[in-house]
Every structure is written in C-alpha cells, then in structure tokens.
C-alpha cells in the first residue's frame, strides 16, 4: 500500500489523501482510492505543512 496527497496545482487548498494498494508485490497497482479530502472549513487541508 502506498498514500500520498493530490491536488489541482500544488498547494491548493482542494487537496485529497489517496492510496493504492498492490497485490501482485508492486507490478500493477489499483486506482487511488479518496481517504480524505478537502474540508469545509477555510484553512485545513489534507497536507503535511512545512
């Protein structure tokens, strides 16, 4: 399994936590699945923030 965040353009606030999974030991991988995604409230998004 591996995860990561998405978005639009890099830093938008509309980002989402995906991950994908492999059964086969990391030849073919299955479409990102949403873990979670952009809130409504102003400000929090799904990002590690330096």
Do not use: F
Request: hydrophobic content about 30%; some cysteine.
């Amino acid at each position: 399994m591996a995860s990561w965040t998405q978005d639009e353009t890099g830093g938008a606030p509309n980002q989402h936590v995906v991950c994908v999974r492999s059964t086969d030991k990391g030849t073919t991988w299955t479409a990102p699945h949403e873990i979670d995604g952009p809130g409504d409230e102003a400000g929090y998004i799904a990002s590690l923030q330096e």
